[in-house]
């Protein structure tokens, strides 16, 4: 029975001091390894698609049936 209380002492000892390791293994922080290029790509990818929601509006409705807060989303993107 003692042996068994030391050794989950030990594991939790363990545990306490290596945590971030172990958290890293179990569950990798994904921001932490994007390179420069990873995140333009992401950001890139993003604008891309909410251009393309936009215009998927505008291809149902027409122009005229575009809210100002999308027109005005719309003209800052096509500006970049």
Do not use: C, Q
Request: cysteine-free; hydrophobic content about 35%.
């Amino acid at each position: 029975m003692n042996t068994l209380i030391i050794i989950l002492l030990v594991i939790v000892i363990f545990g306490y001091f290596f945590r971030k390791e172990i958290k890293e293994k179990i569950a990798p922080d994904k921001e932490k390894n994007y390179t420069i290029d990873d995140k333009f790509n992401s950001e890139k990818r993003e604008k891309e698609k909410e251009i393309d929601e936009i215009l998927s509006k505008i291809g149902k409705n027409g122009l005229d049936d575009l809210s100002e807060k999308d027109r005005k989303r719309l003209d800052e993107l096509s500006k970049k």
